[in-house]
C-alpha cells in the first residue's frame, strides 16, 4: 500500500516511528492535541482520499470505533457505511443502544445479525486463543469481509490507535492487518485502502476527540469492552445461555460499580462447580468471578479496594438474581502476573 | 446396640434428646460445663465399659478426636490404641506435628501410612459427592476398619459431637454409623462397642474440655479442617500434585491470616485455567481462591472484611511461591448460599 492515503496520513511531520511495510508515524500526545484542529484536518484528509467514493466501517460502540464513524460521518455523510455486528456477545441492550445515540447525530447504523454466525463458530471450543481466533476470523473474515465486497466499499476505515501499533511491534498483540483479516489479499486485489485517522493517538486523545466532536461521555468515557466481548468472559464453551448468565451478572456488576470511577469493571462466569446451599439443601452451582481495576494505560493495573459493603451487596445480588449461581468471588491479583480479562 | 455403654453414656438424665436406635442424649451447654468434673465422670465410665479390653481411636489432630485420646489415655493408658491415618490429605508438617504433641502428654500416636490407598481411590473423581465418598469408604473401610480388626480392638472410642446428630437427623449430613462404615456387620457381628464421650457437648464445651486437658491452644482452638482435608478444598481430581499445590497455597493463607482471629481461612484450587502473564508473555494457569469465615457455629458464615492489603500480600506471595498460579481471588459470599468448603 505504498503511497496509500494511509501512509500519506503518518509521514508528514519530524517525530516519527516506523509503521508494518516502512511507513512511519508521528505520535501526538493528549496535552498537545488540539482536538478542533485535529478533527478539521482528519476530515479534510478523508475527504481528499476518498473523493466520490464509498467507505466502509464497523462501528463496536467503543470509543475508537465511535470517533472514527463521526470523523467519516463529517467527511463523507451517506458515503460512510457503518454496520454494527451484533455477534451476540454484547453487553444488554447494548446494539440497540448505541444505533440510538449515533441515530442522534443523524448517522445511520446498520444493525448486522450475525449471533447465530459466531455462536456455530465457537460452538465447542473452550480453549481461549481458539476462542478468540475464532471470534476474529467469523467478524473480519466471515461478516465484515463479505459486507465489505457486497457494498463494493473500497476505503475501509479502521479505529487503530498508536498503542495497538506499539503491542503489535512488541509481540503482545498478533499482527492487525485489516485487509488481510477480511480476506482481501492485498497482492491480488490491488485497490483497496485503508484509513487509520486515529493511528497518531493514544487511548486519552481519542476521548478528548471525542469529547469534542460531541459524543456523550458514555461513549467517549466507555469502558474499555474488548473484541471478543463477554466471550473474553465465560471460560470454558460460550453458549447463548452462558452468554445469558455472564450478561445478567455484568449488568448487576456495572449498576454497583458505575460510581467508584474505577477504570474497567467486569463478571466473568466459570465453568467450575461449587458446593452451594439453598434452602437448607445442597446446591451444586457455579461461580461469577468479579474484575475492578485501577489502571492509567492498561499496561499495569491493580485490583481496585472497593468498600466491603458494595462487594457483599454484588455477592448477595448475583447469587439470587443470576440462576445457577452459589458464589462470589473478587480477583486481588494484580497484572502481571494477571492479565485484565480472563480469556 | 441396646445395653450398649453408648446407651448407658447418653440416657442418665431429665433433659434428652432421641439418637439413632432410640436413645436419648442429655445436651450440656459449654456455659454449664463443669470440665473438671465431666473428665473425672467420662475417665470412670470409660474405664468400667473397657474393663480390661482393648479400645482404638483414630486421631486427626482435630479439637474432637484430641480431647477423645486425651480421655481415652487418661482411662486406658497403652490399652488405648490410637493411630494417625495420613490420606496425604493433610496441611503441610501436620500428621508429625500432631504425633510430637501427644508424644509430650505419653501419648504413643501410630503414624500410618495410607496415601497410596486415597490416591488410588481418588483417582479420576471429579465429582463432589463421590469424592467425599472414596475418602469417606477408604478411611473408615479399608484403612481404619482394617486395624481395628487386626489389633483385636472391641471398642471404639470416637469423637461425635451432639452437632452432629442434630445434622444427621435434619438430613445435612449422612447418617454417621461408625460401626457400619468400618464394615463391621452389626447384626452379625455381636461385642463391638462403640464410645462417643463428647455426644453430649457442642463445638465450644469440646474445647473447654481440651483446654482443661492441657491441650496447647493450637489443639483446642484449632480451626475445623473437615475430614476430606485438603480433598474438600481442590476443584477436579484429586492428585498428589494438585495437593502439594493447594498445600503451598494454604500454608501462605494460614501465616498470613493466622492472627485476624476470623473462624476459618482457607485456599481452594480451582479447575478452569485463566490467563495471565510472566516477563511481557502469556501463561495459561490456575487460581487459587481465598475464603476466610466470620462464624460462630458453622451453620451460618460472612466472608470476613479483611484489610485489603492483607488480600493483595496474599495474592503477591501466592502467585510468586505457588507454581502454576497466575490468579488469586477472594470469596465474598455468604453461607447460605455458599458452603464453607467448596467441594
Chains 1, 2 share one sequence.
Not at 498537545?32 to 482528519?42: P, Q, R, T, V
Request: aromatic residues 6%; charged residues 30%; proline residues 4%.
Amino acid at each position: 500500500m505504498a503511497g496509500s492515503v494511509e501512509s500519506r496520513l503518518y509521514t508528514q511531520s519530524p517525530l516519527l516511528r516506523f509503521r508494518g511495510g516502512g511507513k512511519l508515524i508521528k505520535e501526538i500526545k493528549a496535552s498537545e492535541l488540539d482536538s478542533k484542529k485535529y478533527i478539521a484536518e482528519k476530515v479534510e484528509e478523508i475527504k481528499k482520499a476518498v473523493g466520490g467514493g464509498l467507505a466502509i466501517n464497523a462501528l463496536s460502540g467503543g470509543v475508537d470505533s465511535s470517533v472514527v464513524t463521526m470523523l467519516g460521518h463529517k467527511a463523507l455523510g451517506d458515503r460512510l457505511k457503518t454496520v454494527f455486528v451484533d455477534h451476540g456477545l454484547m453487553r444488554e441492550g447494548e446494539p440497540q443502544r448505541v444505533v440510538d445515540i449515533f441515530k442522534k447525530f443523524g448517522v445511520n447504523v446498520e444493525l448486522v445479525d450475525a449471533r447465530q454466525q459466531f455462536f456455530s463458530a465457537l460452538k465447542g471450543i473452550e480453549d481461549p486463543e481458539q476462542k478468540r481466533e475464532a471470534i476474529t476470523r467469523t467478524f473480519y473474515r466471515d461478516v465484515f469481509g463479505k459486507l465489505v465486497r457486497d457494498k463494493g466499499a473500497k476505503f475501509l476505515m479502521h479505529g487503530t490507535i498508536l498503542t495497538d501499533v506499539d503491542e503489535t511491534v512488541a509481540g503482545i498483540k498478533r499482527q492487525h492487518n485489516i485487509l488481510t483479516q477480511i480476506g482481501i489479499d492485498t497482492n491480488k486485489e490491488f485497490g483497496y485502502h485503508v484509513l487509520e485517522p486515529l493511528i497518531q493517538l493514544r487511548k486519552d486523545g481519542v476521548r478528548k476527540v471525542g469529547k469534542a466532536l460531541g459524543l456523550p461521555e458514555e461513549v467517549y468515557n466507555r469502558m474499555p469492552f474488548l473484541g471478543p466481548a463477554l466471550a473474553g468472559r465465560i471460560i470454558g464453551e460460550v453458549t447463548p445461555e452462558r452468554v445469558a448468565v455472564v450478561r445478567a451478572a455484568t449488568v448487576i456488576v456495572e449498576e454497583e460499580l458505575a460510581k467508584t470511577g474505577a477504570f474497567q469493571y467486569m463478571a466473568i462466569l466459570h465453568k467450575d462447580k461449587v458446593t452451594g446451599m439453598r434452602d437448607n439443601r445442597r446446591d451444586f452451582g457455579q461461580q461469577i468471578e468479579i474484575r475492578c481495576w485501577d489502571s492509567v494505560d492498561a499496561r499495569t493495573a491493580a485490583p481496585t479496594n472497593l468498600p466491603f459493603a458494595a462487594l457483599k451487596r454484588i455477592a448477595e445480588r448475583t447469587t439470587k438474581e443470576v440462576p445457577g449461581i452459589v458464589s462470589v468471588t473478587y480477583n486481588i491479583t494484580p497484572k502481571p502476573p494477571s492479565t485484565m480479562e480472563a480469556v
